[in-house]
């Protein structure tokens, strides 16, 4: 078996994470589709689609970006004009890096817009930061810089066009003395596939992956940004808190309501 990247360092915690409406605060794709594609009710209503199993995330996904008349090179620009980090990422990040965290993005978004938007919103480091996504490839005879001239290349062929748990697969495998804690934190419909397969899922507050995961059973802690995050993974590595205490306690917090958008 290849050496698993983000295990270079022998890492006791590994942080994986979605990028688009998790590191960022809103998704660069949804901001697309509805900007400058066919718009918001219509990709709202192909998201319901696929929360409810009536259509693949891979099928739904490429009818919303193929909506995108735009050039490519063209679309990067407005993105980086209107998305923002959460305020507290760059903090987690520092941390992460200062304590032998690796953090391994894995994205349904596309590999160029991410390096962009990490480069131009995180800075000096980001090269530290494992990507796994999808890329973006040129519509026969085309340029993805011209009008119309690109579409999504997706990862695999999974009917999520990444399905994120094969890349945390290798990781469960791993013999238990060297098996590290793996955190996952996300807030949508292509983070279905990661939900059940790390040590501590962070859930968004009032987003689809928190509806998946009470509809599956799956245990989860909710987030609004980083801040919370940061302040249990170091709980978590200082040894004063377990993954199965914050796992429990998340559980509470939702049965109490802390789900409920403001």
């Known amino acids: 078996m290849a050496p698993l ?7 006791k915690f590994i942080f994986f994470t979605d990028f ?3 590191i960022t605060t809103r998704d660069s794709n949804d901001y697309m589709i509805d900007n400058l594609g066919y718009g918001k009710e219509k990709r709202v209503q192909l998201n319901k689609g ?3 199993g009536k259509s693949t995330f891979r099928d739904s996904f490429r009818d919303m970006l193929d909506s995108i008349p735009l050039p490519f090179d063209e679309c990067k620009k407005i993105l980086v004009d209107n998305i923002v980090l959460d305020p507290y990422f760059k903090e987690f990040y520092d941390w992460s890096r200062a304590n032998n965290v690796p953090v391994v993005v894995l994205s349904g978004g596309m590999e160029p ?4 938007l990490l480069e131009h919103l995180v800075g000096d480091g980001t090269e530290h930061i494992q990507i796994v996504s999808n890329d973006v490839a040129p519509r026969d005879g085309k340029d993805i810089n011209e009008q119309g001239g690109w579409q999504i290349k997706f990862h695999d062929d999974s009917h999520f066009g990444h399905d994120k748990s094969v890349e945390i697969a290798p990781y469960h495998a791993l013999p238990d003395a060297e098996r590290p804690v793996m955190f996952y934190a996300g ?3 292509s983070d279905l596939s990661a939900a059940k397969e790390t040590d501590l899922l962070f859930a968004k507050k ?4 928190v509806d998946y995961c009470v509809r599956e059973n ?7 940004d980083w801040s919370s995050i940061l302040a249990t993974v170091k709980e978590i590595h200082a040894g004063t808190k377990t993954v199965q205490q914050v796992s429990a306690e998340g559980v509470e917090d939702f049965k109490r309501g802390a789900n409920n958008k403001n």
């Open 113 to 116: 817009i991410i390096k962009e």
């Open 50 to 52: 696929v929360l409810h």
């Open 206 to 209: 009032g987003h689809d992956l």
């Open 218 to 224: 799956v245990p989860f802690t909710l987030f609004e």
């Open 20 to 22: 688009d409406g998790t």
């Open 5 to 11: 990247a983000a295990m270079k360092t022998n890492p």
């Open 187 to 189: 807030d949508g419909v």
